[in-house]
């Protein structure tokens, strides 16, 4: 992966975590060196400021249900849980991968938590109205086209409320700063590969309109947050 990159439209390829015959101990270990990456990149805040707006909106509940897909170990929960204390708020939060790596993984990191919930399932299999409200942290990049379309209904059919996504705004400084960055810390191929990749595969406005667009969702907002992120809030309509 290049330090020099052509951002001017989102990157296709797939990253190494998109291959599911892959895995294992280097996956698991990637898990955790992406969470080192999400604290020095303040990767909770987008999340927390989408997931207030929304209970704002829905009128301050005092109980709330969240849905976190892609979670990987989930790390981005833990403010959330912070911030539902502060708020004096009755929260359950499950977390929903795909993968077995990232459920053991958000097992044994949230083990002392009896909030938290883990699902190995596809967003795709579940039911209506499962959760108040569905995040997606550094989840939908991984998808495009009406791909992309497709798998944010599939949130929106699985909220009762809205969604809240979370992810990476595509530019040289975050592509630049994640690329040495992961090199600073891991040795893994997987972050090495995937972390600026993931930059390569993010948003602009411009695309987040697109997504409004061809949702059709005229509710539908975007905030731009550090460290170069979007806080996107759907409310389901």
């Known amino acids: ?39 020095i990149f303040g ?6 400021y989408g997931v207030e707006k929304l209970w704002t909106e829905i009128g301050r509940p005092s109980e709330l249900t ?4 892609g979670a990987g170990s989930g790390d981005v929960n833990r403010k959330l849980l912070t911030w539902a204390d502060s ?15 990232a459920c053991e993984e958000a097992r044994s990191y949230f083990r002392d938590e009896k ?11 579940l039911p209506e109205g499962y959760a108040d409200i569905v995040t997606g942290s550094q989840f939908v990049h991984h998808f495009e086209g009406q791909e992309l ?17 979370n992810d ?23 972050i090495r590969h995937d972390g600026p990749l ?12 697109d997504l409004k667009s061809k949702l059709n969702h005229k509710t539908m907002t975007y905030s731009w947050k550090p460290l170069f992120r979007y806080a996107v809030v759907i409310p389901r309509e």
Not at 152 to 164: C, E, P, Q, T
Not at 168 to 190: E, Q
């Open 1 to 39: 992966m290049s330090i020099f990159r052509n951002l001017s439209t989102r990157a296709k390829e797939d990253e190494l975590m998109d291959d599911f015959s892959l895995g294992g101990e280097e996956l698991s270990e990637a898990l955790k060196h992406l969470r080192r990456l999400n604290k």
């Open 43 to 48: 990767a909770p805040g987008p999340t927390c």
């Open 66 to 69: 969240l849905l976190d897909v």
């Open 87 to 101: 708020k004096g708020i009755e929260m359950k939060i499950i977390l929903v991968d795909l993968t077995e790596e």
């Open 115 to 125: 909030r938290v919930n883990v699902v190995r399932a596809d967003v795709k299999s």
């Open 149 to 165: 379309v497709e798998i944010v209904s599939h949130m929106l059919r699985s909220s009762k409320y809205g969604v809240v996504i």
């Open 168 to 190: 990476i705004h595509r530019h040289p400084v975050p592509y630049t700063a994640v690329w040495l960055t992961t090199r600073m810390i891991s040795r893994n191929r997987y």
């Open 198 to 209: 993931s930059v390569a595969k993010g948003f602009t406005h411009e695309d987040w309109n």
